[in-house]
């Protein structure tokens, strides 16, 4: 029997899966020598959710928010945005193709991609104090069907090594982490070796065309399940792009 192909970004995934509502998210991650700040712009369902951080390396102080609902922080493919009364973030992001995974959650899928060591340049205010802003950033871009209950943990990052060259890593435990074609990856100099620590548990299947699409010019595609396309009810929009 022919199985459907998944519903993956760029395209709009459905806004649920049966019972289970889409979540999704962009997440950006600046690793800086005066600064490292988060933007983050959330959604489960029809709700909405913005949040950001700044630590401040010279103060020794963390200035962050959370919001339910619209906020102020813009999150579109290039640019990283914050209008707060106290803190303004203006960022241009040079984004790469990144790696994709598509891996299982119970009985349903979760589509991911992953950049490291994005350049980010642009301009921070805390309280009207202007930092300028040339670093190495790390952008998380998530739409899947989670199980209700769904525990991991996440370290990821940015910086340079003592030669000079660039590094950046995604590790991860819990979700998208089969031994092969998972979401972690580190970065040297921009290629993304996937380094598939041994000893998980194995969750991936063997992969058919139901399970892969076009991808962008120089990603790294990585497909670790196979599956019949979720019903579709309410599209979604991608969750490449996001204003809270």
Same mark, same amino acid.
């Given at each position: 029997?022919?199985?459907?192909?998944?519903?993956?970004?760029?395209?709009?995934?459905?806004?649920?899966?049966?019972?289970?509502?889409?979540?999704?998210?962009?997440?950006?991650?600046?690793?800086?020598?005066?600064?490292?700040?988060?933007?983050?712009?959330?959604?489960? $369902? #029809?709700?909405?959710?913005?949040?950001?951080?700044?630590?401040?390396?010279? *103060?020794?102080?963390?200035? @962050? +928010? /959370?919001?339910?609902?619209?906020?102020?922080?813009?999150?579109?493919?290039?640019?990283?945005?914050?209008?707060?009364?106290?803190?303004?973030?203006?960022?241009?992001?040079?984004?790469?193709?990144?790696?994709?995974?598509?891996?299982?959650?119970?009985?349903?899928?979760?589509?991911?991609?992953?950049?490291?060591?994005?350049?980010?340049?642009?301009?921070?205010?805390?309280?009207?104090?202007?930092?300028?802003?040339?670093?190495?950033?790390?952008?998380?871009?998530?739409?899947?069907?989670?199980?209700?209950?769904?525990?991991?943990?996440?370290?990821?990052?940015?910086?340079?090594?003592?030669? $000079? #060259?660039?590094?950046?890593?995604?590790?991860?435990?819990?979700?998208?982490? *089969?031994?092969?074609?998972? @979401? +972690? /990856?580190?970065?040297?100099?921009?290629?993304?070796?996937?380094?598939?620590?041994?000893?998980?548990?194995?969750?991936?299947?063997?992969?058919?065309?139901?399970?892969?699409?076009?991808?962008?010019?120089?990603?790294?595609?990585?497909?670790?399940?196979?599956?019949?396309?979720?019903?579709?009810?309410?599209?979604?929009?991608?969750?490449?792009?996001?204003?809270?």
């Amino acid at each position: 029997m022919a199985i459907a192909p998944l519903i993956l970004p760029p395209s709009s995934m459905p806004s649920h899966d049966g019972l289970r509502p889409l979540k999704a998210w962009r997440y950006v991650g600046v690793f800086g020598p005066e600064l490292m700040l988060c933007l983050g712009a959330v959604r489960i $369902g #029809r709700a909405r959710q913005a949040f950001w951080a700044v630590w401040d390396r010279r *103060a020794q102080r963390l200035h @962050e +928010r /959370t919001v339910l609902g619209p906020g102020r922080v813009t999150l579109t493919r290039g640019a990283a945005r914050l209008l707060d009364p106290d803190v303004q973030i203006d960022l241009e992001l040079e984004e790469t193709a990144g790696i994709e995974a598509v891996c299982p959650t119970g009985q349903s899928y979760a589509w991911t991609r992953k950049q490291g060591g994005v350049r980010a340049r642009g301009r921070v205010m805390i309280g009207g104090d202007p930092v300028t802003i040339d670093a190495l950033a790390v952008i998380d871009d998530t739409a899947a069907y989670y199980e209700r209950h769904t525990r991991w943990r996440w370290s990821a990052g940015a910086g340079r090594a003592e030669d $000079g #060259r660039t590094l950046a890593w995604n590790l991860v435990a819990g979700v998208n982490d *089969a031994p092969e074609n998972s @979401e +972690r /990856t580190i970065w040297i100099d921009g290629e993304p070796p996937n380094p598939d620590p041994a000893g998980s548990p194995m969750i991936s299947a063997e992969s058919t065309d139901s399970a892969s699409r076009r991808r962008p010019r120089g990603s790294a595609a990585r497909t670790c399940c196979s599956y019949a396309a979720p019903t579709a009810s309410r599209s979604a929009p991608s969750p490449v792009s996001y204003t809270a």
